[in-house]
């Protein structure tokens, strides 16, 4: 299980929104009609650096836009979130406005970053808008069907908006929260083979410590860990099957060192049996829909003959299986996994 310095491409393209997956986000209700998209926040006459609580560039800036924009732009904001969060009902942002737009210079979707307070209470929340790329639905998809994670996001066009996720960012916890005396680490080295684990059957990539959140909650006995992805941009585009296994990322080695510390052999494969058997029962919930999600994938291209070429042989090799060698999609490969998970999961 030691990390290494797993190599990944950060060019990976934005692939279109397909007719054949706008059909499919429109069945099962992802589809939304929004009154501005990611290129109207595109246009703004100039920005500026945010920093961070420790006064560090934060990689984030704030766009400035011309004064007869504003409106239309937070009005139009203030109808998304009541689409992503209510279905449309406008009366649950009567007392709210926008706070803050926030633009990100860093990674593949350049996304903005809403904040949207209530006046009555101070209360916020945020959302994000992005560049809709069809692999990274995808991958929210997969994370909806598979993992115990409910996601909450609308698609309008080339328009992707995504709810925010809680938690302290894993390279945080790991700094801040890993060896307090009063969390159980047995739990966390727990949740992050769990974590592992579904990364590889989902093959969602990229999962290093700032990729995910940690959320806790206090149980009348315990306290809870839960590890969540909160960025889906290497969804099975990689042909390395490190990138698919967050224990090989150097960002992650407290992680990893927390495993081999509490956990035996023994145990390690009982909570990688516990994550095979949740997923069973996740695939037969959802099967119709995890059907239509494989027929939609299979017809596009999402990744390059020769990823898919290197990672069925490396799957085959990781897992001592031929059948792998046999898959013409990354589709291909995730359906192979569920396969096997059935079939050992059965035994």
């Known amino acids: 299980m030691e990390p290494s310095d797993v190599k990944i491409s950060r060019k990976k393209p934005i692939f279109p929104v397909s007719p054949a997956l706008q059909k499919y986000l429109k069945k099962y209700q992802r589809e939304s009609k929004l009154p501005i998209g990611y290129d109207d926040l595109l246009i703004f006459d100039e920005s500026y650096p945010i920093m961070d609580k420790y006064g560090k560039d934060s990689l984030w ?15 139009g904001l203030k109808v998304i979130y009541a689409n992503l969060k209510a279905s449309g009902n406008l009366r649950i942002v009567q007392h709210k406005y926008i706070d803050k737009i926030e633009y990100c210079t860093f990674g593949n979707t350049h996304p903005f970053r809403i904040r949207i307070v209530n006046r009555l209470n101070d209360v916020y929340d945020y959302f994000y808008v992005k560049k809709a790329d069809a ?25 992707l908006i995504e709810e925010h996720i809680a938690g302290i960012p894993g390279d945080v916890f ?11 680490p047995t739990r966390i080295a727990k949740e992050f083979v769990k974590f592992n684990e579904r990364c590889l059957v989902m093959l969602l990539g990229d999962m290093r410590a700032y990729n995910f959140v940690v959320q806790i909650t206090p149980d009348f006995d315990d306290i809870q860990f839960r590890i969540r992805a909160i960025d889906f941009d290497q969804q099975f ?15 992650n080695y407290a992680y990893v060192k927390m495993g ?13 049996q516990e994550e095979k058997s949740s997923l069973l029962h996740r695939v037969r919930s959802e099967r119709h829909r995890l059907t239509d999600l494989r ?18 042989k490396e ?27 059935i079939r050992q999961v059965k035994l």
């Open 315 to 341: 799957m085959g090799e990781y897992f001592e299986d031929d059948q792998y060698l046999e898959c013409n999609s990354m589709t291909d490969i995730i359906e192979l996994n569920i396969k096997n998970i």
């Open 237 to 251: 585009y990689e042909g390395n099957i490190k990138v698919y296994l967050p224990q090989f990322f150097k960002e």
């Open 135 to 159: 692999s990274r639905i995808y991958g929210l998809e997969l994370e909806e069907i598979l993992s115990p994670n409910q996601v909450n996001y609308l698609v309008d066009r080339e328009t």
């Open 260 to 272: 081999m510390d509490q956990l035996t052999d023994k145990t390690y494969l009982q909570y990688q």
């Open 61 to 75: 800036r704030g766009p400035i836009y011309s004064a007869d924009r504003i409106e239309e732009l937070y009005n």
């Open 295 to 312: 027929d939609v994938s299979n017809t596009e291209v999402l990744t390059t003959e020769e990823n898919i070429s290197r990672l069925k």
């Open 174 to 184: 790991a700094k801040n929260y890993l060896h307090n005396p009063e969390y159980n």
